[in-house]
């Protein structure tokens, strides 16, 4: 059913990483955001294992990331500040004020960095050695160098950015005299146009020292000649004398330049100032750059005493132009609430049931009387269905998305390591929640890198082991049973039972020989556990897997270790379909409908009475082709009310889930849709082999089969 | 229990929406009431108690509905043009309950209503909040969100 796609990983180069940058960086300041936050509430003296264990896992994210799109001054930095903080959370180190002040300071900086990154600044980063200096020798214990007194680098990218937003680029102050004029008050008219047309720049009535003159005091991008076309509607051309005004310092500009009037700078009417808007907005809107101009803190340790007029020049020309390259990925993607996507899927739905019912009641209209009621309400079909099909798309994902993100950094994992390794993917097509799909990456990501990592072995160990010089890694999706399994699995040395328990043991954890393999592979979910021999920043510090079940328990999933010593391991994902379109076939049962995963259907055909045979208490068991599988009947299992006698389910469909077969009796098969899963437990309780709900065209409910829990009843 | 009772002024007259099951007549917190409509046949629910009639979309929204003539083990239960599903919002969960007719909404002050005496009910006697005196009729105030939430209502996944 999946398709199987091979990827070596000599071919990952090949894909656009790009494409991922955007949800990276997002990713990235989220979880900067987050440190921040928590640093800032961390309580020195009775430090919260939780709040440092959360610390640690952002900056592991941030580092994680950045070393897989190839951020190499982001990975570095924040690896320093990871070694820090896993002293830290080992409470190896006590935490102290200077080091939460290396962090933030840290965090702002490869803020910065991301976000040169993101606008694709070319210019030379502001250097980090020193900070990576100083998280050094915290992390080693010592006390922090005098030099950098850390409360002077917190205020001054801050203060810096900020006198630079009025300052328009292309604006000019003038000098504008008028007169000799009969009636001075029509010069006023003047300063109304300034009032009337925005964008066009502010006016001052200055004195003046003649009575027939009025002399203003002009700040505008426009030119002259457009200024005085302007002006002759009210006074004659001759009368008006523009010429610059004289130097002013930037204090009062800014004191005359209205912001909200800045905005409009460079409308119609000023054409030669198409710089203006995007540093407007650079700079007054978009608080976004404001990390960006290549004000890192760090760097400005030993600016913050250089005369403000300098700084403030430099970074109006930064801002400038990474306003300009970044105005162009900002356009291609929105981010939006997913609630407001919820509901605009419901609204559809509820459209796409309006309109099945206007269908329904128009067909027994006269065509030929009611023709232009009719056309209408076939485009009306159309477009609803076209507007069904887009609206659900925004929500929904194929795991390539996700997938595709993997054989570049595997590659380059494997080359570091020096591992051979193939990237095998099945199942990308299997349509995944965007909510889902961005919590499960981080994860997921995790799970690869450990498995190559820790689980492939060196080439000459897996001659001598007697495999393929070259590992292989599968990352496979799939729904099942109402669920969707991802799974990461490797063909190599798998997990070692007496290593996990011996470390179990040195970190005084409670646990005893006679545990079960499944609870011994559960102690890697704890914090901090790791069995690597070497902490590289790969992994190792044993991060991975507690911040992997996390993550996925937030989303009500499992994860299920398998592993089998030499031979590899195998991680499985389990979430619930919160959201998510299935492929299903509606089958009669009485007068009731219910769907299957089609996904799990394997074939249907009608039964001959004699190919059921019954063993012992009445289980019942058909034979199809060589194999016997248990029958179900839906028409018992779900207690289904029979009105209509001469019908009886007499169709069989098999059924495949979790590795096993069933047959299930059903009366007729209605068809195959497309359907959206509703989770029933919203508001009822959990129902017995039932995954979740559906809307029908009708507007009715149908349920959706667990075909997993109806296979595992059969096994009792 | 939750916000919603600590913020209520006791002082203050609430508001309630009166409905009808057979002879007698109901109150319940108007402020828990998301909006009323007409019966539509639900879909079965396997495996659910006779008063659970089943699930219905709402707008895209699944949710159970409750037969209070059943489980009030009223005399009949028919379901006609008149018959009217309350939709009820209680704490993160939508439900639906049957009932014979929605009569009105009406403000009773905290000296209107009196405590319930210890009877035999098929009601938890814990899910009345008390008889209001209409002139000559009896309200039966419910707690509605009690009501449903509680264990034998079948709505909610034992140990949650």
Redesign the interface.
């Known amino acids: 059913m999946s398709e199987t796609h091979q990827d070596s990983g000599s071919s990952g180069g090949d894909i656009d990483l790009s494409q991922f940058y955007q949800i990276f960086f997002e990713e990235a300041g989220e979880n900067l955001d987050l440190m921040e936050t928590m640093l800032l509430n961390l309580n020195l003296e009775t430090a919260d294992d939780e709040v440092l264990n959360g610390i640690f896992r952002c900056a592991h994210s941030v580092k994680g990331g950045a070393a897989t799109f190839g951020f190499a001054d982001v990975a570095e930095l924040t690896h320093k500040m990871e070694s820090l903080l896993d002293r830290l959370r080992r409470h190896e180190l006590q935490p102290n004020a200077a080091m939460v002040d290396v962090l933030l300071e840290s965090a702002d900086a490869s803020r910065s960095l991301l976000a040169r990154h993101q606008t694709g600044d070319t210019s030379p980063a502001a250097p980090t050695g020193d900070l990576v200096m100083r998280i050094a020798d915290l992390a080693a214990g010592n006390a922090p160098p005098v030099v950098a007194k850390p409360a002077a680098p917190v205020a001054a990218p801050v203060v810096a950015p900020k006198p630079a937003a009025p300052v328009v680029a292309g604006q000019r102050q003038l000098e504008i005299k008028v007169g000799p004029l009969a009636k001075p008050e029509q010069a006023d008219a003047i300063a109304e146009l300034f009032r009337d047309i925005p964008g066009l720049g502010t006016i001052q009535v200055l004195s003046s020292d003649r009575k027939d003159f009025r002399v203003f005091a002009v700040d505008t991008a426009s030119t002259d000649d457009d200024l005085l076309d302007l002006f002759t509607f009210h006074v004659a051309r001759e009368q008006i004398e523009i010429r610059p005004a004289a130097v002013m310092s930037p204090a009062p500009a800014v004191a005359v330049v209205d912001a909200s009037h800045g905005f409009f700078d460079g409308a119609p009417g000023a054409p030669e100032s198409s710089a203006a808007p995007a540093a407007v907005e650079a700079s007054a809107g978009f608080g976004f750059f404001d990390g960006a101009p290549g004000a890192p803190s760090v760097h400005e340790v030993s600016v913050a005493v250089t005369p403000v007029v300098e700084v403030l020049g430099a970074t109006k020309a930064v801002t400038k132009a990474a306003a300009s390259q970044a105005a162009q990925p900002e356009a291609a993607t929105i981010r939006v609430a997913i609630s407001k996507v919820d509901q605009l899927i419901n609204l559809v739905g509820e459209l796409v049931i309006t309109q099945a019912m206007l269908a329904q009641n128009s067909r027994a209209l006269d065509p030929a009387i009611y023709q232009q009621l009719l056309t209408g309400l076939a485009d009306l079909d159309r477009n609803t269905r076209d507007l069904q099909e887009s609206v659900m798309s925004i929500r929904m994902i194929p795991m390539s998305i996700v997938f595709s993100r993997f054989p570049r950094m595997l590659r380059d994992l494997a080359g570091k390591l020096g591992k051979k390794v193939d990237f095998v993917t099945q199942g990308e097509a299997t349509e995944l929640d965007k909510g889902l799909v961005e919590k499960i990456t981080d994860p997921l990501t995790h799970l690869v890198r450990n498995s190559c990592d820790h689980g492939i072995e060196m080439p000459a160990d897996r001659l001598a082991a007697g495999k393929p010089e070259t590992g292989t890694i599968t990352l496979s999706a799939s729904h099942q049973g109402g669920s969707i399994v991802i799974e990461v699995r490797d063909d190599g040395k798998g997990l070692s039972r007496e290593k996990i328990l011996k470390k179990a043991k040195e970190r005084g954890m409670d646990v005893s020989d006679q545990m079960s393999d499944a609870d011994v592979w559960g102690l890697i979910f704890a914090p901090g556990f790791s069995t690597a021999d070497v902490v590289t920043d790969v992994s190792g510090r044993g991060v991975g897997m507690d911040v992997v079940k996390r993550n996925i328990a937030a989303l009500n999933g499992t994860v299920e270790i398998d592993s089998a010593e030499g031979f590899g391991m195998r991680v499985a994902v389990r979430l619930p379909l919160t959201l998510a379109i299935m492929d299903g076939m509606s089958v009669g049962v009485g007068d009731e409908v219910y769907i299957l995963p089609l996904s799990s259907v394997v074939e249907s055909f009608q039964v001959k009475s004699d190919a059921v045979s019954t063993v012992g208490q009445g289980s019942q068991l058909v034979k199809v082709r060589d194999e016997y599988m248990p029958v179900i009947e839906l028409e018992k299992v779900f207690q289904v009310p029979r009105f209509d006698f001469d019908k009886n389910s007499d169709i069989m469909v098999v059924v495949e889930a979790d590795g096993s077969r069933v047959v299930l009796l059903v009366d007729e098969l209605l068809g195959q849709q497309q359907v959206v899963v509703k989770n029933l437990e919203s508001n009822y309780r959990k129902v017995p082999n039932v995954s979740g709900a559906t809307i029908l065209g009708d507007g009715k409910v149908a349920l959706i089969l667990d075909t997993g829990a109806l296979v595992r009843r059969s096994r009792h | 229990m939750g916000m919603m009772e600590k913020m209520d002024d006791l002082t203050a007259a609430r508001e309630y929406l009166t409905f009808r099951l057979d002879q007698e007549e109901y109150g319940i917190d108007i402020l828990k009431v998301q909006e009323i409509r007409g019966y539509e046949p639900?879909?079965?629910?396997?495996?659910?108690p006779n008063f659970i009639k089943?699930?219905?979309?709402l707008?895209?929204?699944?949710?159970?509905i409750v037969d209070m003539r059943l489980k009030f083990n009223c005399a009949k239960a028919e379901y006609d043009s008149f018959t009217v599903v309350i939709i009820l919002n209680l704490r993160?969960?939508?439900?639906g309950i049957v009932v014979d007719s929605v009569s009105d909404v009406m403000e009773l002050p905290p000296e209107a209503l009196k405590a319930a005496p210890d009877i035999e009910s098929v009601i938890d006697s814990g899910a009345v909040m008390g008889l209001g005196s209409l002139g000559e009729r009896m309200l039966i105030l419910l707690d509605i969100e009690r009501l449903m939430s509680a264990p034998d209502m079948?709505?909610?996944?034992?140990g949650?």
């Open positions: 639900p879909t079965r629910v396997a495996n659910a089943g699930v219905v979309n707008r895209g929204t699944i949710v159970p993160h969960r939508i439900v079948g709505l909610v996944s034992s949650e």
